[in-house]
């Protein structure tokens, strides 16, 4: 059963991508290049000015809003919530996700992970239950699984904003 149509008449300054409409209450939502960027199945959708090209696809219980761009070949599945970051090249997102704030993925695979960055750049790395938070990094070539990053803050408070 189809949820969503492209909206008509909805132009946008990215080239080939257009505006959906989820058919439930017409809302309209985020900019998509092809129909298969987005999954009829599920509860996944794309809102506010975020965009959604070229083989990426949203699925499941994701939801991708803000500012968030996602190309090239990405899979975001599971209850993954993506909001202002970027995704490039070839990344998995999965599980239950939260990726927010001013965040660059090239070549990850992320599993039941959060990550809250502002300037952050990842590329090429694997986590794995791993729970983020810091400004200005590039953390390349990393597997982590099960740990903390902090990279400002005092621990006790970030612990406590984490159990919240």
């Known amino acids: 059963m189809r949820k969503y149509e492209f909206a008509p008449y909805t132009y946008h300054h990215i080239k080939n991508v257009r505006t959906i409409r989820r058919l439930s209450d017409n809302l309209l939502g985020g900019l998509i290049e092809y129909e298969y960027n987005l999954s009829h199945n599920g509860n996944c959708f794309i809102y506010d000015e975020s965009v959604v090209k070229d083989q990426s696809k949203i699925m499941d219980d994701s939801i991708v809003t803000g500012t968030s761009l996602i190309q090239g070949s990405s899979i975001v599945s599971g209850k ?57 990094k590039i953390i390349e070539y990393q597997n982590l699984k099960n740990k903390n990053y902090y990279s400002f803050g005092t621990k006790l408070l970030l612990l406590k904003s984490k159990i919240i």
């Open 80 to 136: 993954t919530i993506i909001h202002d970051a970027w995704l490039y090249k070839n990344n998995i997102i999965s599980g239950n996700t939260r990726i927010e704030g001013n965040i660059s993925i090239s070549n990850c695979e992320i599993y039941n992970s959060v990550i809250i960055g502002n300037m952050l750049i990842l590329r090429n790395v694997k986590f794995y239950n791993v729970f983020i938070v810091c400004n200005d």
